[in-house]
Nanobody
């Protein structure tokens, strides 16, 4: 079984920065793409950023230039740094990852989410 646990959310003033962390644990052989999504009440979950196993990154247009995503494969973590936060960034942020488990099954898993609230 595989688990993703996010941390680092909270209340931040507009213009501030936040660092979200996601740690993977469990029966993991390897981790492929890792990414972040976000969701606000009444809206669909939207993609924010992805980092591949080779370290290639991609960002949604609405956050490009304000965020960076990095991963540490030894610690099995992925970090999302968000700068110049806007009120519209208020959302629950979810970590997502593609895995190969010890039984060599390809899996996809979500974290439980971490709330980010940006005050204006």
């Amino acid at each position: 079984q595989v688990h993703l646990v996010e941390s680092g959310g909270g209340l931040v003033q507009a213009g501030g920065s936040l660092r979200l962390s996601c740690a993977a644990s469990g029966s993991i052989l390897s981790i492929d793409d890792m990414g972040w999504y976000r969701q606000t009440p009444g809206k669909q979950r939207e993609w924010v950023a992805t980092i591949t196993a080779h370290g290639m990154t991609n960002y949604a247009d609405f956050v490009r230039g304000r965020i960076s995503i990095v991963r540490d494969d030894v610690k099995k973590t992925v970090i999302l740094q968000i700068d110049s936060l806007k009120h519209d960034d208020t959302a629950v942020y979810y970590c997502n990852a593609d895995f190969v488990d010890l039984r060599r099954r390809r899996l996809n898993d979500w974290g439980q989410g971490t709330q980010v609230t940006v005050s204006s």
